[in-house]
């Protein structure tokens, strides 16, 4: 029984991991079409989101089997409940790359980002991608030492969102409204991803420490 | 054991009706403060939020405590398991009134709203209330008619929504960039706390039918 219960939360642990890396897969591809303006590539991303939410509902329903079959308890009980708070965080990320996507589909065949933008939005995008693929590291080697470099990658995240709207608010804003709600809400998006990614590292962490760390401010 | 069990699951379903009317209190008054440019109120809201935060931190607790010492199956167990899942999206939604209360609070002594989208936003804030005003009866309840009032609700703001940023994009649009991005923002607000208010209504009737509901686009 032990040994079931043990590979079953092994399991559930590799399709956590495994739905990181698909995450990490839809953030490259979508930040490739939103700054490639490629309408392609973002249908690709749209369309490979189903496979993340399909992901998200068997760890689920694998999760409530173990609990309702064996019934465990303490730490074992806790990974597993954390399993679904996870799950939902990753599963959200897979929505934000979509809607980066579909940005990208919505204003083909002109980019969404305006050329003064460029690279503010090209450093949140390397920056998405790096939490997303530090998160699957963590996730799968549990290395609590990688949580401060996820969490560098999200202030310096909410810094440049910061400036968006800082450049937005600039008398020498000359770009038209429809292109800055684009950029709001994209730098909302970019901003949102990272944040589920710290939400992750956080209970990852607690997990395995059993013990919750301080949450700064800027990280809700 | 039984009746102790009963108990406990009678207290989860309590607490999250409770958690339900507090953020039904901070979207009365997220939105009067939003509405009204009223920064004191505002403030309250902000305030209130750790309120909301503790009671799902209270409430996730509780569901681990008797899932590790009552060990329930099937339908307990799902209920258990849904209580965390709606407990997440109420404590998102109080976080959502709070970012409200916070684009007031920011703009004051202005008004965040510009004289041509008042009515705009003032319905879309009516309908979020309604929403939570309705989840709070269903939790308690368990009527499942009342989920459909639910669903026109969010309908009509993902209309309301969406009339903003065509509002945005006509050539009339003469309202500055900060304010463009202060509406964009709110009415984003508004619309993902109706998504989360469908999430959990969704789930309630998941959790008394034991079926799930086809669930449409405009609700992603």
Same mark, same amino acid.
């Given at each position: 029984? /032990?040994?079931?219960? +043990?590979? #079953?939360?092994?399991?559930?642990? #590799?399709?956590?991991? +495994?739905?990181?890396?698909?995450?990490?897969?839809?953030?490259?591809?979508?930040?490739?079409? =939103?700054?490639?303006?490629?309408? #392609?590539?973002?249908?690709?991303?749209?369309?490979?989101?189903?496979?993340?939410? =399909?992901? +998200?509902?068997?760890?689920?329903?694998?999760?409530?089997?173990?609990?309702?079959?064996?019934?465990?308890?303490?730490?074992?009980?806790?990974?597993?409940?954390?399993?679904?708070?996870?799950?939902?965080?990753?599963?959200?990320?897979g929505d934000l790359a979509r809607h980066i996507?579909?940005?990208?589909?919505? /204003? *083909?065949?002109?980019?969404?980002?305006?050329?003064?933008?460029?690279?503010? =939005?090209?450093?949140?995008?390397?920056?998405?991608?790096?939490?997303?693929?530090?998160?699957?590291?963590?996730? #799968?080697?549990?290395?609590?030492?990688?949580?401060?470099?996820? *969490?560098?990658?999200?202030?310096?995240?909410?810094?440049?969102?910061?400036?968006?709207?800082?450049?937005?608010?600039?008398?020498?804003?000359?770009?038209?409204?429809?292109?800055?709600?684009?950029?709001?809400?994209?730098?909302? *998006? =970019?901003?949102?991803?990272?944040?589920?990614?710290?939400?992750?590292?956080?209970?990852?962490? *607690?997990?395995?420490?059993?013990?919750? +760390?301080?949450?700064?401010?800027?990280s809700r």
């Amino acid at each position: 029984m /032990r040994k079931v219960f +043990q590979a #079953e939360l092994h399991q559930i642990g #590799e399709e956590l991991t +495994q739905i990181s890396e698909l995450v990490t897969e839809a953030m490259q591809k979508a930040t490739a079409a =939103f700054e490639g303006a490629d309408t #392609e590539l973002a249908q690709d991303v749209i369309a490979a989101d189903a496979r993340i939410d =399909f992901l +998200q509902n068997d760890l689920d329903e694998r999760a409530i089997d173990v609990l309702a079959l064996q019934g465990p308890v303490a730490s074992d009980l806790r990974m597993i409940v954390g399993s679904l708070r996870m799950s939902a965080s990753l599963e959200r990320m897979g929505d934000l790359a979509r809607h980066i996507a579909q940005l990208a589909r919505l /204003r *083909y065949p002109e980019h969404v980002v305006p050329e003064p933008m460029v690279e503010t =939005f090209s450093e949140m995008a390397r920056l998405d991608i790096r939490i997303s693929e530090l998160l699957s590291e963590l996730l #799968e080697t549990r290395n609590l030492e990688l949580s401060n470099d996820i *969490y560098a990658c999200n202030n310096r995240i909410n810094e440049l969102h910061a400036g968006v709207f800082k450049a937005i608010a600039s008398p020498e804003w000359n770009v038209s409204a429809v292109s800055t709600v684009d950029l709001t809400l994209a730098s909302r *998006y =970019f901003e949102r991803f990272a944040d589920h990614g710290v939400s992750v590292t956080r209970k990852v962490n *607690y997990l395995v420490t059993g013990e919750w +760390q301080p949450m700064s401010e800027s990280s809700r």
